[in-house]
DNA sequence: TAGATTGTTAATCGATTAACAATC
DNA sequence: TAGATTGTTAATCGATTAACAATC
């Protein structure tokens, strides 16, 4: 059969995990079927664009019917990346460090930290849940050993370039990136920034426009 | 004089705290000028674009001559709304929370989390970093009385809408989600999804793509 | 069959890039 | 003056919305 030409467009990708998020309640509610207007509605969002999307991921809908919730819900995860098992590091173990190190939605979606790194006296040769801190300086030999592909780097920013180097030189070539700074890579090393504080200035920009406008409570 | 006219997209407003931090950066480093061109190649961006983003905040270039740091950081201070202290309750204080709650970040950026609420009668009573954490049941009462405008969810997915329900209803007029859910709120209301998963499932996708591909050392 | 709903084409809207006159 | 660099206009590109024939 011929391979189907995917085309996911940067700002649909970033849609595809609201739908993946809306399928799995609806499937875990014991739905089968869902339309694009009922999937348009609890994300808010316009029923063509549900449509195209969905379409351009393959067809799983039926005029008339609707789509199937099963199905669509494994052309997601498959287009997600979320079938597949990944292993990561994880450099800084600080408060948030520690935080995505227990949070228990990521091994849902395939992700297991294999390794905990910190440049912290303090802090190496401690244990967190179980697991040993190993001194930054191990980053080399335990990356290649396991063949990590991913790091999450949960640093101060002075030091993310460093660390971002080591992790790059050691094989790695997904990382994402906690620490506020801008991050420079060989092509072909994929970063993603998660930066907190471009959502709390959204949402700061909102509470002092809204102090110059009409009070809310009275719509 | 009359008012300028701003018009910010979306798509800018998610770029500013990037010029923000880069110029942070410059001016911690000494520098009082910048060129649209330096601050787009240590973005990777086009440097049109800077001059774009940058002339419709203000006229802070000049021909010949490139920007002025200190003048662009304190207009892009006063525009990401950094400049406003913003009180706000924070709901969940399981680890996330926790990473939130001590992340020293924040400051920074005027945030200041007074209030710490669970509904998990093991926390409620006890003390992070010496807050009391509240019960749930007295998110009304407390919100009302500080005139909280903030509140920021780390709860479960499950109790996210009912506890968006109580802030909404004491006073909050912007919401901060890390629950990997989609909240539904009055208007007037702004709601940020902070979505973890997704900026996993987008490496992730990188990492899939990359293992068909060709092997990216070999440039 | 009649009603519902998809997938897709065409129309609209918005954002990015290129080019350049104006200015330092 | 000559070289550098802005702010902005015009051209391109991409994404969203509207509309509807095809299908269940």
Redesign the interface.
Known sequence: MPEREVRISRAM??R???YY??LA?RARAGNTKISSAQLAA???MDSAQVRRDLSSIGEFGRPGIGYNVPELLEALEE????R?R?EAVLVGVG??G???F??P??EA???RIVSLFDSDPERIGAELDGALIRSVSEIPHVVRRLSI??GIITTPPTSAQEIADMLVEA?V????NFA???L?V?????V?D???????????????G?MHAAR??Q?
């Open positions: 990708l970033a595809l995990p609201f998020r809306t309640a609890s994300l808010s287009m997600l990346g979320l597949n990944t408060r948030l520690a935080a995505l227990g949070y939605g990521f979606y395939g992700l592909q991913m094989g070539i997904a990382i994402w506020p700074v801008s420079s060989p092509p072909g090393v994929m993603r998660e930066d907190l504080a471009a959502g709390l200035s959204y949402l700061s920009r909102h509470l002092t809204t809310p409570e719509e």
